[in-house]
Every structure is written in structure tokens, then in C-alpha cells.
């Protein structure tokens, strides 16, 4: 089984609200990633958690949060979003076997709407 | 730096035309190899890939052909469907190296098929 679920599947928001998005795998894996994607381009990585760890930011603005409560979920938290923060949000994960190399499964995304 | 280049699109094809998509890298070291499809609306799903020189990738009629002398992943199909029509990316997954746990992707190439 390679499946990364994601809820919600769609979220509207206003710029005041706080809201989470949620990510669970159950392949055993130990590296989760959070991508960002805007229509008809690639995925821009934002966050990669490996054993738990937060081992890359990329430069992400602090209203977005992430969270790896266990090896099997990982959160991200978002508060006061801009408009241009709509985007599909998309989590991946891989083994986290050293040597790299390694193929990232993805979830289905959440579809987010800052108004 | 790692570097993808993919063919620009969008392609239109008639159904049961032959298909070729083609992808270049720049690496160090042997990364591993992928292509990605995105259906509309949906995730990233994997396609296929190839881990070493020589090896070939292939799934639902597609193929890719990891060529290190070339530096090259062509994207292959001898006759596409309507429901192929969707965007896919090509990308590398580099050899660990420090925190290093990054895909690096294509641009993209959207793809229609017409009945």
C-alpha cells in the first residue's frame, strides 16, 4: 500500500482564521514533506521532517506552521493567510533511508482558498 | 546544482498517436528518476521510474529509459488515450547528502488527448 491521505480536501478561510491540514501514512516511512502548488506548475517544497526532526524550511513565512506529532502524521497549521496563499497543498512521504535516492509518494492535496 | 529540463507544452495529440515527452537532468553522483502525472483536480501520482543507468521504467503503457550518457528520461507512449490527458513531471531524487532530501522537478508538460 503506498497511499498518503490528506484532509480536508477543500478549505475556504478568511484571513483571521486559524485552520489545520492533516497527513497520515502508514508505510513506515520516516521522511514527510509539505509541497505548495499553484495551477499548471511544479511543486514548491516547503518542509521536510525526517525521524520527526525538522531538517528543511525553506524560507517559509511563519503563518505557516508544521507539526510531526509521530513518525505516522504530520500537521500543518495555518494562521492569517494572504489571498495569494491559495494554492493545492500537497504532503509526500518517503522512507528516509540514507543514501538518498529515495521515491516520494504523495496525498491527494488539500485545495486552499484564503478570501 | 541538480536542474530538471522538460519539454515545453502544452501537447495536443489525437487519440492513439505515438507520445513522447522529453526530459534532461543535471545531477551529481546517480540520482534516481521519475515521472509524475497529475489528473486534473487530483495529487501528484507516481508513473514510473528508474533507479540506475540502462534501467527502464514502465506502467500503464508508458515507458522511460534512464540514459546517463545522454543525461535523459524520454517519456514514451505508443498510443494515448483520452484519459491520459493530464500534466506530468518529470524529476530526480539526488544522492543523500547532508540534510539534502530534496526532488527536484520539471516544469511540466500539460497534455490533451482529442477523440
Known amino acids: ?115 | 546544482g541538480n536542474s530538471v529540463t522538460q519539454m515545453e507544452g502544452p501537447v495536443t495529440l489525437s487519440e492513439e498517436a505515438f507520445l513522447t515527452i522529453n526530459c534532461t537532468y543535471t545531477a551529481t553522483g546517480y540520482p534516481s528518476l521519475f515521472w509524475y502525472v497529475q489528473y486534473p483536480g487530483e495529487g501528484l501520482q507516481l508513473l514510473l521510474k528508474a533507479t540506475k543507468a540502462d534501467d527502464k521504467g514502465s506502467n500503464k503503457g508508458f515507458e522511460a529509459t534512464y540514459r546517463k550518457e545522454t543525461t535523459s528520461f524520454h517519456l514514451e507512449k505508443g498510443s494515448v488515450q483520452v484519459s491520459d490527458s493530464a500534466v506530468y513531471f518529470c524529476a530526480l531524487s539526488p544522492t543523500y547528502s547532508g540534510s539534502a532530501r530534496q526532488l527536484t522537478f520539471g516544469s511540466g508538460t500539460q497534455l490533451t488527448v482529442l477523440p
Open chain 1, 1 to 115: 500500500d503506498t497511499e498518503v491521505t490528506q484532509t480536508p480536501k477543500h478549505l475556504v478561510m478568511g484571513m483571521t482564521n486559524k485552520k489545520s491540514l492533516k497527513c497520515e501514512q502508514h508505510m513506515g516511512h520516516r521522511a514527510m514533506y509539505w509541497y505548495k502548488q499553484k495551477a499548471k506548475k511544479p511543486p514548491e517544497l516547503m518542509f521536510v521532517y525526517s525521524y520527526e526532526k525538522l531538517s528543511i524550511n525553506e524560507s517559509v513565512p511563519s503563518r505557516f506552521s508544521p507539526e510531526c506529532p509521530n513518525s505516522s502524521l504530520l500537521n500543518l497549521h495555518l494562521h492569517a493567510l494572504q489571498p495569494e496563499d491559495s494554492a493545492l497543498y500537497l504532503c509526500a512521504s518517503s522512507q528516509g533511508a540514507a543514501g538518498g535516492r529515495e521515491t516520494q509518494y504523495f496525498g491527494p492535496g488539500t485545495r486552499l482558498l484564503v478570501l
